[in-house]
């Protein structure tokens, strides 16, 4: 896409300049069917009389800075006072109308930057250059004369604010404007505040949970225990009298009860008689499926990559090793459960809630209440996390539904415990890897085989005609190493279980695995780990050898420490940014396990506010810790077990290490996501220092499941 491309011009609207950008159209886009716009086409930004810069962002805030990064890249190329730029969500109806012109509004993959910033830039410049041209036309002089900066255009000696100009600029076009390039960034890479913290903080701020419209209820759902199950039958006569209750509304292998207030579904709900019927997942169990995908290691699977010739490397290799490892099924177990609000009339459906892409509400929502998707408004709200699992909007489509069959605004909520055990889980992998190395200790053949759930299978099956998921195979397809003879490969084993787009997807688990068998690789040569990786990363691998470098300084490798504690390390490039990590950890020698401190060296190529991204790689190992020590589902008789945060915990305030964040930016045209790659690296750094300490390796999670103890 060329990032200097409008289509679109502007148009005045209350005394204010919105400048409007139109996109190629991506999809299916509906006309106005007639409808008066009166000349706003679509609003990038809005410049009001008193200076105010509104700029609309397509991404979903959930704690990842969008709300504060995408408007400082619009805001950049404007030169627009940051003290005086404000956000807010963009609408996903009134993209649709105008053939997607926001483009891309799915948040995930760590690519909201990545994929923005070149029109998001080019909204900015247009913008910029519109309002000199009205500066300069008053002033009847070259535009090429004045400058813009601060809200202001200046010429001579004389100013004028952005906010009197913005009338008359509206009414000016211009073609192509050249976009700054970073070293004429002066907001872009500066720390900044977030424009959602005074919010959150005041209590002011909306997520989905807070919603409230005039003639609300509440519904509280209950989904089969086996997830695929259907609704046998259910009897509403035993909880219809109860005070409050209004309806049972039976769904896609759930029911919900609406309420008044929400307490009386959730304890109606309870109460209701219903029988399930299982189906085709009943009597099944994690440990059985674990035996399953043990015995699949021993296949031959789908080959993902291959070079050179493994056979003859580990016919005439000095000697091999090998090892095996799994990871479990994960929630998401975002702090803010499932819910969403939808009022749904004959003309109009209207959908609030927290969701990671509301095109997506609005063609589930549309498809749900059987209207025209021009007819469903999405209100985005904040969201209480998402990590992949509010980009599917099942949870939407049932709100809709319950609010169809009541005929008021309906708030439904999935309980912590229908958030545990009907969600969509990250999934179960078994790994096998085996190493081949020369007289010299040095690795000649690499082989590795994983089998592992396809999410695509249900998505696009089309993507996985040739046997291989690619986000299954993700940190093992490519691997940073020069080994001469690789072979990877790969078998998809799915089960009743429903899985879906996990943190960081397959370089969760994948990147756990791989990273420790590397480890196990460098003992078995007797070489350092950091120094036996860096022999293995070619000099093509420029950032990624620099990183090394930095997080070796940073971190303090090699040097003393306290008895009991160990350091471990781990490398990984994901999502277009490459974060190495490296942490220290102490183990009791009954086998208690303390990660003290995680330091973290980061090539994304650039920054937009260096706060976020800091932040973002905390969170990464804030979230993959939780994780590499408890995380894990078990099911019995087709059921998941654990239902709340008692068995499923998550990661405690003093259980938390000293994070330290170093970047290594490499520049250039890199541009690489922060939402996700500081996550990988974190499980097998922890568990290689488990190594350093105790002697024994980790190869399957969590942590909280083996014994550590040492001598």
Sequence with gaps: MNRRRFLKATATSAGGLMVAFHLPALGNARPFDGVDLAGEINAWLVIDPDDTVTIRVAQSEMGEGVFTSLPMIVADELGADWSKVRAEYADANRSLREDRVYDRMATGGSNAIRHSRPYLQAAGANARERLVR????????????????????????????????????????????????????????????????????????????????????????????????????????KIADRAGVLQAVELDGA??????????????????????????????????????????????????????????????AASTIEADYSAPYLAHACMEPLNCTAHVQEDRVDVWTGAQNPESVLAVGAEAAGVEPQNVYPHTCFLGGGFGRRSNPDFVRE????????????????????????????????????????????????????????????????????????????????????????????????????????????????????????????????????????????????DMRNVLAVLEEQSGWGGALPAGTGRGMAIHESFGSIVGQVAEVSVSQAGAVKVERVVSAVDCGHLVNPLSAEAQIESCIVYGLTAALYGKLTVEDGAVVESNFHDYPMLHMADTPKMETHFALSGGDKWGGIGEPGLPPLAPAVCNAIFAVSGKRVRSLPLSEHDLSWS
């Design 134 to 237: 009205a500066a300069a036309n008053r002033w009847g002089v070259d535009p090429g004369d004045c400058t813009a900066a601060d809200s202001r255009v200046s010429h001579a000696g004389k100013e004028l604010r952005y906010g009197e100009l913005a009338a008359e600029a509206a009414a000016i076009e211009v073609g192509d404007v050249a976009i700054k390039t970073p070293d004429r960034f002066t907001l872009i890479g500066t720390p900044q505040r977030r424009l959602d913290a005074p919010a959150k903080v005041d209590g002011s701020a909306v997520f989905g949970m807070d919603v409230r419209v005039p003639d609300m209820v509440y519904a509280a759902v209950a989904h089969c225990p086996v997830m695929g199950g259907k609704v046998r039958s259910f009897d509403f006569a």
């Design 255 to 316: 029911v919900a009860v609406v309420a008044e207030h929400y307490w009386q579904a959730r304890t109606a709900l309870d109460a209701l008689p219903v029988e399930w019927d299982r189906g085709v997942g009943a009597g099944t169990s994690s440990a059985e499926w674990e035996r399953e995908f043990d015995a699949a290691l021993d296949g031959d699977g789908a080959v993902a990559h291959e070079q050179g010739d493994t056979g003859a490397a580990f016919a005439d």
């Design 399 to 542: 709100a809709v539904l319950a609010a169809k069959a009541v005929g008021r605004p309906v708030q439904l909520i999935w309980s912590r415990e229908e958030d545990t055990r009907g969600g969509r889980y990250r999934p179960m992998t078994a790994l096998r890897f085996k190493a081949a190395f020369d007289q010299d200790q040095k690795p000649v053949g690499w082989s590795n085989h994983s089998v592992t759930h396809s999410i695509l299978a249900g998505l696009r099956p089309e993507m996985v005609a040739s046997g291989v998921d690619r986000t299954s195979v993700e940190g093992l397809e490519e691997i940073p190493y020069a080994i001469p003879n690789q072979r990877v490969t790969h078998t998809i084993r799915n089960t009743h279980l429903s899985t879906w787009f996990w943190r960081s997807v397959g370089n969760s688990q994948n990147p756990f695995a791989r990273e420790c068998f590397v480890d196990e690789m460098a003992a078995h040569a007797g070489v350092d780990p950091l120094a036996f990786r860096r022999a293995l990363i070619g000099e093509e691998h420029a």
